[in-house]
Nanobody
Framework: QVQLVESGGGLVQPGGSLRLTCAAS????????MHWYRQTPGKERELVAG????????DYADFVKGRFTISRDDGKNTIYLQMNNLKPEDTAVYYC????????WGQGTQVTVSS
């Protein structure tokens, strides 16, 4: 049974930091590129960051470059999203995604940036 379980979301003040975690199981983690997406009500889901199956390549949306860092720990079948200098416009549900021949999604974790 494939599972992607996100955690680490919550309420944070502008300028603050959060670290999201996505724990994967049920598939060969090291074969999969991993991504973080986010979505707000009424908008399409948008790509935030991605990391290759080897971990050697990362990519970021322009609106998070320099503030967010994606990483993976293959020993723990886990990816992370370190989010620094958070802004109110970062408020969204953040989803973990795994892509190889299959495409898997987590259930999402809410991030709210507000004073």
């Amino acid at each position: 049974q494939v599972q992607l379980v996100e955690s680490g979301g919550g309420l944070v003040q502008p300028g603050g930091s959060l670290r999201l975690t996505c724990a994967a199981s049920g598939f060969i983690f090291t074969n999969y590129a991993m991504h973080w997406y986010r979505q707000t009500p009424g908008k399409e889901r948008e790509l935030v960051a991605g990391i290759s199956s080897s971990g050697g390549l990362t990519d970021y949306a322009d609106f998070v470059k320099g503030r967010f860092t994606i990483s993976r720990d293959d020993g723990k079948n886990t990816i992370y999203l370190q989010m620094n200098n958070l802004k109110p416009e970062d408020t969204a549900v953040y989803y973990c995604n795994a892509v190889h021949f299959q495409n898997y999604w987590g259930q999402g974790t809410q991030v709210t940036v507000s004073s």
